[in-house]
């Protein structure tokens, strides 16, 4: 089953049937309020997600990876710049390490430049459960913090 992922000025809106909405100057502030019923909650004066509804996200002390989301346990790279695991679904990457192309049985593409996701395809052919939208929304959120970190750095 194929599910797409739709961008509206540059913001990710939906997934599937999954909409991801944002504050209403979406304009000056890019970070997603909502994923469906789920309400996104921020570390203080921050970026840094700490709550998905009432899915509590920790992280370590010195680290921009979770260590846990809700029940589920993350593992990350050995210098702890790729999350490798997000619960029970391991996390695949394309060569270069910065773009995700599958997360557990989810297979990730990306439009022509490879800079934009937009459609996964699930294997079993189910719609995408509750647990499956959020690591993916998690993982597709880490991914563009990522990315527009290294394009500040670039500047």
């Given at each position: 089953m194929d599910?797409?992922?739709?961008?509206?000025?540059g913001l990710l809106r939906s997934?599937?049937?999954?909409?991801?909405s944002y504050g209403r100057r979406e304009w000056l502030d890019s970070t997603p309020r909502a994923l469906g019923s789920w309400t996104l909650e921020y570390q203080r004066f921050s970026t840094t997600l700490r709550a998905v509804g009432d899915i509590e996200i920790t992280y370590s002390r010195w680290s921009v990876l979770p260590?846990?989301?809700?029940?589920?346990?993350?593992?990350g790279s050995r210098f702890g710049n790729r999350l490798l695991r997000l619960g029970p679904y391991d996390l695949e990457y394309d060569r270069g390490g910065s773009r995700v192309r599958?997360?557990?049985?989810?297979?990730?593409?990306?439009?022509?430049l490879g800079s934009r996701p937009i459609r996964?395809?699930?294997?079993?052919?189910q719609p995408l459960s509750d647990g499956l939208v959020l690591a993916l929304f998690?993982?597709?959120?880490?991914?563009?913090?990522?990315?527009?970190?290294?394009?500040r750095a670039r500047r």
């Open positions: 599910v797409e992922l739709t961008y509206k000025k997934i599937g049937d999954v909409e991801v260590r846990t989301v809700g029940q589920w346990s993350c593992e599958a997360i557990g049985p989810l297979r990730v593409f990306y439009d022509r996964v395809q699930h294997d079993n052919g998690l993982v597709l959120f880490r991914q563009k913090q990522s990315w527009d970190a290294d394009q």
